[in-house]
């Protein structure tokens, strides 16, 4: 069964950092792209980040370009969010998920049907 396990959220002040993780149980040569989506309470979820598994390319959401990087680790089976000068507007539950489908239109990425598999979430709160 696969599994896509995050960690790291937390309570945080505006300004500060945090670092998420997840933990992938399938082969990630298999898969295409990781990624970060978060929802807030009431709201859609909506595209944070991705990377391809092998190559490394990233797309980002303008809301956090320059402040969050992604980086996805192929032969460990993990991805990572690092966030940084956080904002009460990214208090959200942030979710992982991996994708096998190659698009040329790299906005294919930004959506939820791109990607096969997904967390349980972990909750991140800025406060300001």
């Known amino acids: 069964q696969v599994q896509l396990v995050e960690s790291g959220g937390g309570l945080v002040q505006a300004g500060a950092s945090l670092r998420l993780s997840c933990a992938a149980s399938?082969?990630?040569?298999?898969?295409?792209?990781v990624g970060w989506f978060r929802q807030a309470p009431g709201k859609e979820r909506d595209f944070v980040a991705a990377?391809?598994?092998?190559?490394?390319?990233?797309l980002y959401a303008d809301s956090v370009q320059g402040r969050f990087t992604i980086i996805g680790d192929n032969a460990k089976n993990t991805v990572s969010l690092e966030m940084n000068s956080l904002k009460p507007e990214d208090t959200a539950v942030y979710f992982c998920?991996?994708?096998?489908?190659?698009?040329?239109?790299?906005?294919?990425?930004?959506?939820?049907?791109?990607?096969?598999?997904w967390g349980q979430g972990t909750q991140v709160i800025v406060s300001a």
């Open positions: 399938i082969r990630t040569a298999s898969m295409y792209v």
């Open positions: 990377v391809t598994w092998r190559g490394g390319r990233t």
């Open positions: 998920a991996t994708g096998s489908r190659f698009a040329l239109s790299p906005n294919y990425y930004t959506t939820t049907g791109a990607y096969d598999y």
